[in-house]
């Protein structure tokens, strides 16, 4: 099967420099450091959904590609449906980012061939990536071997966005996509979506779609009425 390689030099917005939450700041230099001179061989970087791991992921890939080093980003997410034999010659890369790895937790043959990926990529001093949702010793894996191998490298945690680096954050994004949002369309999604990131991206490209089929400005009665919808 074919792998599914991400031409990181045409991705948008997946910048270190979009990364907008000053709680964690140290983190995001940390993963920065990692990616371009660091001595560890490997990273875990955790928190929970939807503080933009996914999107650190592609920064630390965009990262590699401004530093001509090898780069890779492996959905587990999409992946785990297929058999885990997509990760064969994946070591060759110089940085594997692997989205997800508690995905896959449970599956003795993804964890297996996990685990000798992991081994595989250190044989040739290449270094690896991880994300989840919570700490290596927390995601349920049953391969004792590869858990201590999550465990052995640099951990990395995202705390949550406060709200005020949410709102830079929905502003942000929607300055991106061409739209600007009132204060108090920003609050009033906040108030709703304040815990739920993914949400809110959902409805911005939803209102993008809709200002422009409607040619309507954003105004708090049409959001309103679209979410309603």
Known sequence: MEQQVLAFKSLRGYSFSD???ASNLQTVELLKHFVSTSHHRSAFLWGNSGLGKTHLL???CQLAADLDIG????????WKSQSPTILRGLEQSDLLCIDDIDQVAGAQDWETAMFHLFNDTLEHSHRLLFSANNTPDAIQISLADLQSRLSSGLTLHLNDHDEESKQQVLKFRAGQMGMRIPDNVSRYLMNRYHRDLPTLWALLDKLDQETM???RSITLPFVKQLIEQ
């Open 213 to 215: 089929s409607r040619q």
């Open 71 to 78: 780069a890779q980003y492996i959905p587990l997410t999409q």
């Open 19 to 21: 990364y907008l939450c």
């Open 58 to 60: 592609h920064a630390a």
